[in-house]
């Protein structure tokens, strides 16, 4: 499974979390690491591993402590009865002691300490870069980047002057052929109004990259956000299969009506957001709010054609390989040529529609509101995309909706923000210095051989699993043959093509259009089995099959 890294920009509320601010949901869930071995009784000495097997005859058994075995004592609730609930035997300890640190949402045992240790160091690499009078150009990339997003009197006076091409386009739309132009503009930047498109395996063929077209669009997390029917459990007077005409469905539960007046009261608050920030943008109190209103109308009709998180989870269902001319049956109300070629990918045969449906109802959904109503809704995409790149204010109210969302009190500090920021825009470049000085000698060559050694004994362990039968076995063989292995930084360091000034929000613009040149750059190659996916100082893994 892959974890991909979240975009700074955006408000983290899908991310992989282990203990989890919930404030929507009333509840904490919780996790941690903690190796856990196989074995374990609740008589087990306190710090003392759980037995292990017997050795072979002639051979003294070892007691060891759980440090030893790569146990942590303090992490687990030995009070717990391991055969009824396991997870808080070994990490209930941990989670019983630990607090979410008030400038996070969320708080892994190990992955979110290293975190913040290689936050400090990559701070303080920044932080030199910026002072070198003499630095190479990828040195000096990295300080200016990072300056020029420390530098918040200088934010300030920019105001939204750097978003002024994107928004100047926006006010210019007036029919379908403009409307179409603006959001064409806006994804030049990977601002994704209505939908996205990235270069991706082959479903079909994993040795080819091909386009992906996905539903996207929304101000908040999820489709379900905006969709207000409450759950309602099926009831039957009597078997439903001998009197269908009978059978009725009961009234909502009172958990379900409750969840409907929270859905109802965050979508006001998320109605009231989008205002205030459209005031922030320039807007009349009075034309803010009723500009907001068009935004939640179109986000509304967005989520009704998208397919929920369930239906997503079927790759099968996520696949549907077309060329150009299906994609402009699907929606012919778009002009996929001039679309293709100003995103850089005029050459496109290959498309994947993750979802046929939401494409159709684009279609539907564009002709039936007035082109004030998108450019509302454009401008809105524009300054919530790009909200935590410019003034205090900015920053401020779109924090508000992030801890609404997550319940993260506090928002993090402004220089680990912009680690952040200049870590997803050049992850490469800082990577260097990074390596250089943390991840040196035959670090690399140890890792990798530690690895090698776990598939070797992997490889090894499936000639002795009797449930496999033969034909398994062979596959399973064949995919350990065939995996690469990405660690601690690549073979080859990627280059950047953007310029980097002093206006922060404009290099945001100028990264993520040369992001999105990056990786359509992909389409009809074959697979880059070396192309990393995130940055070597991020605290994560991912696998894709």
């Known amino acids: 499974m892959s974890y991909p890294k979240q975009d700074p920009r955006q408000n ?109 160091e990559l701070r303080r690499i920044l932080e030199e870069a910026g002072k070198a009078t003499d630095a190479e150009p990828v040195k000096k990339a990295l300080g200016s980047y990072y300056a020029a997003c420390m530098d918040e009197k200088a934010i300030e006076g920019e105001g939204t002057k750097p978003l002024q091409p994107l928004l100047k386009q926006i006010q210019g739309v007036r029919d379908q052929k403009s409307l179409i132009a603006a959001v064409t503009k806006l994804h ?26 996905d539903q996207n669009g929304l101000g908040l997390p999820d489709r379900d956000y905006y969709i207000l029917e409450p759950a309602a459990l099926p009831k039957h007077t009597s078997d439903p299969a001998k009197h269908p005409s009978e059978a009725k469905a009961a009234p909502p539960t009172k958990e379900a009506l409750e969840a409907l007046e929270k859905k109802k009261k965050l979508l006001a608050d998320y109605e009231a957001h989008v205002a205030r920030m459209l005031e922030l943008g320039g807007m009349k109190a009075p034309a803010a709010k009723a500009a907001a209103k068009d935004v939640l109308k179109i986000e509304t009709a967005l989520a009704e054609v998208s397919k929920t998180k369930v239906e997503r989870r079927d790759p099968k269902k996520l696949y549907n390989k077309v060329d150009l001319e299906g994609v402009e049956k699907t929606l012919p109300r778009f002009d996929w040529k001039s679309y293709f070629a100003a995103i850089g990918a005029p050459e496109l ?75 997803d825009a050049l992850g490469e470049a800082l990577a260097q210095p990074f390596v250089a000085e943390h991840f040196g000698g035959e670090s690399k060559s140890a890792a990798e051989s530690y690895v090698h050694a776990i598939a070797a004994a992997f490889d090894k362990e499936v000639d002795n699993l009797d449930w496999m039968d033969a034909t398994t076995r062979q596959r399973a063989k064949q995919k350990l043959k065939a995996m690469a292995y990405l660690i601690g930084y690549p073979s080859k360091w990627k280059s950047y093509d953007f310029t980097v000034g002093k206006e922060f929000a404009a290099n945001v613009l100028g990264a993520e259009k040369w992001k999105l040149k990056d990786d359509l750059s992909q389409l009809g190659k074959p697979v880059d089995r070396e192309r990393w996916e995130m940055s070597p100082p991020t605290v994560n893994a991912y696998y894709h099959p």
Request: glycine share 6%; charged share 25%; aromatic share 10%.
């Open 349 to 423: 045969k290959d498309i994947s529609i993750t979802s046929k449906e939401f494409f159709a109802g684009v279609n539907d959904i564009l002709p039936k509101f007035k082109p004030a109503q998108w450019k509302n809704y454009l401008t809105w995409q524009v300054l919530h995309n790009m909200a935590p790149t410019l003034s205090k204010a900015f920053v401020d109210e779109n924090f508000k909706l992030n801890k609404l969302l997550t319940g993260q009190e506090e928002i993090e500090a402004r220089w680990k923000r912009c680690v952040a920021f200049t870590d």
């Open 188 to 213: 030049e930047h990977r601002i994704w109004a209505l939908f996205d498109i990235s270069a991706q395996q082959d479903f079909a063929d994993a040795t080819k990259m091909i386009g992906f077209m």
């Open 12 to 120: 983290p509320v899908r991310s992989f979390a282990h203990l989890v601010r919930a404030p929507l949901a009333g509840a904490l869930v919780a996790g941690c690491f903690v190796a856990c071995g196989g074995g374990a009784a609740t008589e087990a000495p306190p710090d003392t591993a759980p037995p292990v097997p017997p050795e072979p005859p002639g051979k003294p058994t070892v007691q060891r402590s759980l440090a030893e075995v790569g146990l942590d004592a303090a992490a687990m609730d030995k009070s717990v009865d391991p055969c009824t609930d396991f997870y808080s035997f070994a990490c209930g300890g941990w989670i019983k002691n630990t607090q979410i640190p008030s400038d996070k949402a969320r708080w892994v045992r190990s992955f979110s300490v290293i975190h913040e240790e290689n936050e400090k």
